[in-house]
């Protein structure tokens, strides 16, 4: 709360002069609506997850890149109606342009490529991590920004860049202990979509916006579902086939339904087929309700899932293959997915499988008397030039608070530096695990 007590902090007094502020009150210590802090232990979890991120990205040959968080707001004016640009976080700055805290990374990777242009080879295997915004009213009290790792593969019109990116996910999920009995993908594709659009001559530039509508069934009611369909040009029986379609669970019964021919049916038996390849048929299952809220998906799509279905989804991506050219450069075949850091975290809160991170510091140094300070700095320095940690005490404390801080950062060792033992050119050092303690040459440290 604002008036909460700011402890300085400060044990010793204070000599520096106050600084100045134009207002006499406290300042609210609690970070923005909607935002985070993460002060030690949030950040090793956080480190984690990343890492995790970063080691699997790696593994599939994938090169880190990144972007501005601020983006000029055009690179998301779309107009299906999508939920991403309702809450764009957008402003126009002190150049009076129009700019947006990005929502996603995508359409940034997007106009990177465009730049690039022919002088980067295909295909690119670029995988990024970013902080990514919304402005939402707090009325829902959720969160305003996120972590987000994304992996896009631009050049590859086979779906075996789809099928490669799910492989990439599953390889994620058991690094950090879940199976597919915790986790599952549901897969469909915006082919199917668009073949039964084509079928009640529902006009192509539709399409984005009916994709948007149909994301929304299970979060409002249907019959506002059925009205915005209507409003997007679609007769009564069209609408009612589309949502029979939409509730398929099987190929073959999509089959039926569609006919062999169709490219929607084809690339979906080549990534259940491909699923076998890789030895992880068991993560995925066909869903054709199955759309994702982003208007540029034009092909796969597919979504990570709790078995248990308390959660969001946990991750979600799909075929982007005419993105480019919205933005005025030429189309190349691409799919990607963004992975966010929040129903991760309580889908392993819930697994008990979250980590046990503690601070690991190897040594704490520490002098017996204040002529010594000195000393002790060169001690840590020794041990830092041989690549060791080090928590130097940087004030004269008795040795009850040393152990107790030593404690406190999971120290392994204690030198200590005193006087006898450094006319003899020897510092003490004591294992703390086991209490053990010899005298060591200082230049014998390591
Ligand atoms: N797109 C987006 C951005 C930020 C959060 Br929190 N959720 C979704």
């Known amino acids: 709360s604002a008036n909460q007590n700011v402890r300085t902090g400060r044990s010793g007094s204070v000599s520096s002069p106050p600084v ?33 991120f970063r080691e699997v990205s790696k593994q599939f040959g994938f090169e880190e890149v990144d ?15 999508e939920e991403i640009r309702d809450q764009l976080y957008c402003f126009e700055d002190r150049g009076n342009r129009r700019v947006a805290l990005r929502p996603e990374l995508t359409p940034s990777l997007a106009r990177l490529v465009i730049q690039k242009g022919k002088s980067v080879s295909l295909p690119l295997k670029w995988f990024a991590i970013g ?29 075996m860049a789809e099928a490669e990116l799910i492989s990439s996910i599953i390889t994620f999920f058991k690094r950090i202990g879940l199976t597919a009995s915790d986790v599952g993908f549901k897969i ?5 979509l668009q073949e039964v659009l084509r079928c009640y001559s529902v006009p192509e530039n539709m399409f984005g916006r009916v994709c948007i509508i149909i ?10 579902i059925r009205k915005d369909l209507q409003s997007a040009d679609m007769s009564e029986v069209a609408i009612e086939e589309l949502l029979q379609v939409l509730s398929l669970k099987s190929l073959a019964k999509l089959e039926e339904k569609l006919g062999a021919s169709g490219e929607a049916l084809s690339d979906l038996k080549q990534l259940f087929s491909l699923a076998e ?34 959660l969001r989804a946990i991750c979600g991506g799909g075929r982007y293959d005419r993105l480019l050219s919205t933005f005025g450069g030429d189309d190349l075949p691409a799919c990607g997915f963004g992975f966010g850091d929040a129903v991760i975290v309580e889908l392993l809160k819930e ?29 840590a320095t020794i041990l830092r030039e041989k690549g060791q940690s080090v928590d130097l005490v940087l004030e004269n404390k008795p040795l009850k608070w040393v152990f107790k801080r030593a ?8 030198i200590l530096v005193g006087n006898a033992e450094w006319q003899k050119g020897m510092v003490n050092v004591k294992t703390l695990s086991t209490g053990e303690q010899v005298e060591i040459k200082i230049d014998e440290l390591e």
Not at 36 to 45: H, S
Not at 188 to 192: I, Q
């Open 20 to 52: 100045e502020h134009d207002n006499a009150e406290k300042i609210d210590v609690n970070p923005p609506k909607g935002t985070r802090d993460f002060p030690p232990e949030d950040m090793r979890l956080r480190n984690w997850l990343f890492h995790n």
């Open 67 to 81: 972007f501005p968080v601020l983006e000029s707001e055009a690179l998301y004016i779309r107009k299906a109606g």
């Open 131 to 159: 902080q990514c915004w919304r402005y939402e009213r707090m009325t829902r009290g959720r969160r305003r920004e996120h972590y987000q790792w994304n992996m896009d593969i631009i050049g590859v019109p086979d779906v």
């Open 188 to 192: 469909s594709s915006r082919k199917v």
């Open 215 to 224: 994301d929304k069934i299970g979060k409002i009611p249907m019959d506002d």
């Open 277 to 310: 390849k890789y030895g992880y048929s068991e993560w995925l299952q066909f869903d054709a309700s199955i759309v994702r809220g982003l208007a540029y998906y034009t092909g796969i799509v597919f979504e990570g899932f709790d078995r248990e279905g308390k």
């Open 351 to 379: 697994r008990g499988l979250l980590p046990q991170l503690n601070l690991q510091v190897e040594n704490i140094v520490c002098s017996l008397d204040q002529e010594l300070q000195g000393a002790a700095s060169a001690v």
């Open 407 to 414: 404690a406190r950062i999971n120290a392994r060792r204690l």
